[in-house]
């Protein structure tokens, strides 16, 4: 008989209570799953329907849900992601438990991946499998910050969507001061783009009175921490600490999702590095085309994702996964987790799940492909001359965010992969096309461009997106990413490197490629002010004149990691189950 014990308290190392709500199958011992939450368990999105507690339940799994330290219930003060000590003091509650078989796994995603590789690093005992949904590697690099420039729209949205209305429900504020920022919220999310250029960015968002101080006062931490080196930052991050990780992890995550850099690099790292050869021999991966939120069979999840439809065999029936994955690494049960091999991902443009031996892939070519601003084309030979393409960037005119993997929220902001039609016809973007491909090529894995550039400015940015031209002319962006950049001398080439994340992408035979250059994504970004000044302080910008330099002495490339055909079809597997 299921029972569900609701408000349980545990208390942590110094005294402080978190509160959990335990399900129980019935009488026994059991494997148990934990989720621990800031977004409020006692509401349907504070599990951000990553797996039904009560799908578990039925499953044969005690599962226990946990408010994080001051958030939902739980007493405390919220400092984000330093869950490594709670997690580690509610895990050796849990195995003491009478229900408790003495065996751990952890699940859910976002912010829920961070409690699960926090808690993973501070190794407690009976922690032995974790599956994190679109979990970050580093909170600085890849979530925070990328290239440089400031993940705005993301902070901004995450600030003021969820985790602040949990926010907004503590401290015993009366309906009165609740109203006034629940409307300040609202002001603020109804147009994220109009927020962005409204500077000095200070002003508006940084008032004592104003949702975010009083709401998620964390944000200004990571506004104005702009140092990766900084401890605030070196002592959350994962990368350096695999090695202190010794447990089985399903890592899952979505092409357009803002963290796969993060997801992907956790696979990496503890294949790699983990503390011992059965930890690293027990990673598994899963990455779809989605954005953050998985296309769940019969969930809230759509095999749509921007403009284009995956097919239905792009949804994923993700707690039979998770259940299965737990029934393998919790109990031993080898056939319940379904995946054929260790890494299994959706090639986009084939539109079929390929099993893979691992990630990346071991027979990719790192292939670069050239851009060269005479005929303003893009080829896997050299150009045979130097030339110049220019373009001028305008912070009062920025190009806007337009699809892509970011998490910003809004209608005017749409995620994934878009038409960019408009984007690529404007007048501070150039574009570098390739010719109509003679035959199907296939881009699988990490991606990175080498721009060399000179700029008026003393500081700027480079953005690079790379797009699947369809025969029709729409161009739909695949990956991109930003460089923030420092100029010494304005005369003189600067070697710009930037990394656009990672794809699995087929361009049909009859596509064209087109890498477009630009300087600036907003509100997904910051803007870079071309005046060695922050958006966050100053309200000063200027114009600055940008040149994209091509030819043997400055080989602006892009190298796409291409996979040899036949692949994509050959090797084709049923969608996961």
């Known amino acids: 008989m299921i029972t569900v014990d609701r408000n349980v308290e545990i208390a942590m190392r110094d005294g402080t209570v978190l509160y959990a709500d335990v399900y129980l199958p019935g009488p026994g011992r059991w494997p148990t799953l934990l989720q621990r939450t800031p977004y409020d368990k006692d509401v349907p999105a504070g599990t951000l329907v990553a797996l039904s507690p009560m799908t578990a339940v039925i499953g044969g799994f005690a599962v226990v849900v946990q408010d994080v330290r001051g958030r939902g219930r739980s007493a405390g003060e919220h400092v984000p992601f330093h869950e490594g000590p709670d997690g580690h003091d509610t895990i050796g509650w849990i195995v003491a438990q009478p229900w408790s078989d003495g065996k751990v796994g952890m699940f859910g995603s976002s912010y829920h991946g961070a409690t699960q590789l926090q808690a993973a690093v501070d190794t407690p005992p009976g922690l032995r499998a974790i599956c994190p949904i679109q979990a970050s590697s580093d909170y600085f690099e890849g979530r925070t910050y990328f290239g440089g420039a400031l993940e705005l729209g993301a902070i901004l949205t995450t600030s003021l969507g969820v985790s602040g209305a949990v926010s907004l429900n503590r401290g015993g504020r009366d309906a009165a001061v609740k109203r006034r920022l629940r409307t300040g919220i609202g002001e603020l999310m109804e147009d994220l783009p109009a927020v962005a250029t409204d500077l000095p960015l200070r002003d508006r968002l940084g008032r004592q009175d104003g949702?975010?101080?009083?709401?998620?006062?964390?944000?200004?931490?990571?506004?104005?921490?702009?140092?990766?080196?900084?401890?605030?930052?070196?002592?959350?991050?994962?990368?350096?600490?695999?090695?202190?990780?010794?447990?089985?992890?399903?890592?899952?995550?979505?092409?357009?999702?803002?963290?796969?850099?993060?997801?992907?690099?956790?696979?990496?790292?503890?294949?790699?590095?983990?503390?011992?050869?059965?930890?690293?021999?027990?990673?598994?991966?899963?990455?779809?085309p989605w954005n953050h939120y998985p296309a769940r069979t019969g969930g809230l999840g759509t095999s749509k994702v921007g403009d284009l439809t995956f097919g239905l065999g792009a949804q994923v029936h993700l707690d039979g996964i998770q259940l299965g994955w737990f029934g393998k690494a919790l109990r031993g049960d080898d056939p319940a987790f379904r995946q054929r091999k260790r890494v299994r991902i959706f090639v986009m443009g084939a539109d079929v799940w390929r099993d893979e031996d691992d990630w990346p892939l071991a027979r990719q070519v790192s292939t670069p492909y050239y851009l060269d601003a005479a005929p303003m084309t893009l080829a896997p030979g050299p150009p045979a001359a130097d030339a110049v393409a220019r373009y001028d960037y305008d912070p009062a005119h920025p190009a806007p965010t337009h699809g892509g993997a970011h998490l910003v929220q809004g209608t005017h902001v749409p995620q994934g992969p878009v038409d960019q039609s408009a984007i690529d016809a404007r007048a501070d973007v150039v574009v570098f096309t390739s010719d109509e491909l003679a035959e199907d090529l296939e881009v699988t894995g990490w991606i990175e461009a080498e721009l060399w550039v000179r700029s008026s400015a003393p500081c700027t940015d480079f953005t690079v997106r790379l797009s699947d031209v369809h025969p029709d002319g729409r161009p739909f962006n695949v990956c991109d990413g930003i460089s923030r950049i420092h100029i010494a001398d304005p005369t003189q080439p600067a070697r710009v490197p930037v990394r656009l994340g990672a794809t699995a992408q087929l361009f049909r035979r009859g596509h064209r490629i087109r890498v477009a250059i630009s300087s600036s994504n907003s509100p997904r970004f910051d803007l870079n002010l071309n005046t060695g000044g922050s958006a966050w302080d100053s309200a000063e910008v200027a114009v600055a004149e940008q040149q994209i330099l091509t030819g043997p002495a400055t080989p602006s490339r892009v190298v796409l990691p291409v996979i040899p055909l036949p692949s994509s079809v050959v090797d084709a597997t049923e969608p996961a189950t």
Do not use: K, M
Request: glycine share 6%.
């Open 211 to 288: 949702p975010l101080r009083q709401l998620t006062p964390w944000f200004f931490d990571w506004v104005e921490r702009t140092d990766p080196t900084d401890p605030y930052w070196t002592e959350l991050a994962i990368e350096p600490r695999y090695g202190s990780i010794d447990l089985a992890a399903l890592h899952v995550t979505s092409w357009f999702d803002q963290f796969h850099v993060g997801t992907l690099r956790n696979y990496e790292g503890l294949r790699a590095g983990a503390a011992s050869a059965a930890a690293r021999e027990n990673q598994y991966l899963i990455v779809g």
